[in-house]
């Protein structure tokens, strides 16, 4: 089920890209809806892939690496921060946000070559109990990995905070 989110995920992503530089921004439908909902896509991002991360520690028993943990760090507060936000109506957290999910997909896109072989490793395991960085778990359709989840999920949430900040600065995207 979560690779399967993840493929829709992609899917999407690659959409919003091709709508943004091909299309024209005004009367975009994808771009608007993305606009519109934008913190409340963000926020079931986010809160998927806090509960998904769980689920593969807590149920499947699949022991976080470090990287793992750090994707945590910089995944599981954007959880509560966008929710409060859409409780609050407060878009200006956005940024924030925004900064948390580009270090997260930095660490997610390491991981995610470090266990396709392509990354030199760091000593995972020397800094404390902890399984391998480069330990696969899961590879589903040949290539999703649970870091491949975690980089989707920032990347998603990037795109959707980029698209509230720049309708916020000005950007003529239409509701």
Not at 48 to 61: C, H, K, P
Not at 64 to 89: N, S
Request: glycine share 6%; aromatic share 14%.
């Amino acid at each position: 089920m979560l690779s399967l989110l993840t493929v829709l995920g992609q899917i999407l992503i690659i959409l919003l890209v091709i709508s943004f530089f091909v299309h024209k921004r005004e009367g975009n439908f994808l771009l608007n809806f993305f606009k519109k909902y934008a913190f409340i896509i963000a926020f079931i991002v986010a809160l998927a892939s806090t509960l998904g991360s769980l689920f593969y520690s807590d149920i499947a028993g699949y022991e976080p690496c470090k990287l793992c943990w750090f994707q945590r760090i910089f995944m599981y507060p954007q959880a509560i921060i966008l929710g409060m936000a859409l409780w609050r109506k407060d878009k200006n957290i956005g940024i924030y946000s925004l900064v948390l999910s580009v270090v997260g997909a930095i660490i997610a896109g390491y991981h995610y070559l470090l266990q396709l072989g392509i990354a030199p490793s760091l000593p995972c395991s020397a800094v404390g109990y902890s399984v391998s960085c480069s330990q696969r778990f899961i590879m589903e359709y040949g290539y999703i990995t649970i870091p491949m989840m975690s980089l989707t999920a920032f990347v998603l949430i990037i795109i959707a905070m980029m698209i509230s900040q720049n309708v916020r600065n000005g950007d003529n995207i239409k509701s």
